[in-house]
């Protein structure tokens, strides 16, 4: 069965900081990868997503994640963190069925 | 368009009590998936439908059900509530015309209390 593993349970990093988020996923096959990210009270917004091509993926808010088939990866960077990406962050692994799991979530603190 | 609605935003029950949940998805889109979200247990997936008719279940009790009608507006409903159903409930909206897997959009969540 396919699964999505965060093992950063909680990460903080300096305002201006360089930001890397781990997510790893277990599939037979290439799966579609995306990366969520929650504020309190909050639904959840679409960061960005990998359904083939191009690696190296650009997504919204300054994000980019990078898919690694050998490591089984799908890592959530960000080159400079605001106060405002203060949230929790999601990877999520889907197949065809639409069948979406989540991994547990990343809570990310900023220090000014 | 408009995103996903979901009423009510929050809602407070008693045990036994049964609860219904509205999801209206994004204009178009004619998927809608169900969530429920608590700290322990994380993201779970309850079911979704699609065109009316129920496409995909998780592992969750009969208590729980949906519907969906012709305009895609969905219902989720829970009966016999206990007191571990207490989560925030998400929705999700889907397009899904071209049979892959779709992204999806979530509406901001029904915050459910079980006293």
């Known amino acids: 069965a396919q699964s999505v593993t965060q093992p950063d349970i909680h990460i903080t990093v300096s305002e201006g900081a360089s930001l890397e988020l781990r997510c790893n996923y277990s599939?037979?096959?290439?799966?579609?990868l995306f990366w969520y990210v929650q504020s309190p009270g909050q639904g959840l917004q679409l960061l960005l997503k990998y359904f083939s091509g191009d690696t190296l993926v650009q997504g919204i808010k300054g994000f980019e994640a990078e898919f690694k088939r050998s490591q089984s990866s799908f890592n959530l960077r960000k080159p400079s963190v605001h106060w405002s990406d203060a949230a929790e962050y999601f990877c999520a692994v889907a197949h065809n069925n639409n069948d979406m799991r989540f991994g547990a979530g990343t809570r990310l603190t900023v220090k000014p | 368009k408009a995103g996903v609605t979901q009423t009510p935003r929050y809602l407070i029950k008693t045990r036994g009590q049964q609860v219904t949940l509205s999801c209206s998805p994004i204009?178009?889109?004619?998927?809608v998936s169900w969530y429920q979200q608590t700290p322990g247990q994380g993201l779970q997936f309850l079911f979704e439908?699609?065109?009316?008719?129920?496409?995909n279940k998780g592992n969750f009790p009969g208590r729980f059900s949906g519907r969906q009608f012709s305009n895609s507006r969905s219902e989720m409903n829970v009966s016999t509530l206990e007191l571990g159903d207490s989560a925030l409930y998400l929705c999700a909206s889907t397009d899904r015309t071209s049979g892959a897997a779709d992204t999806q959009y979530f509406g901001p969540g029904t915050r459910l209390t079980v006293l």
């Open positions: 439908y699609f065109s009316e008719t129920q496409r």
């Open positions: 599939y037979g096959a290439t799966p579609y």
């Open positions: 204009s178009g889109h004619r998927s």
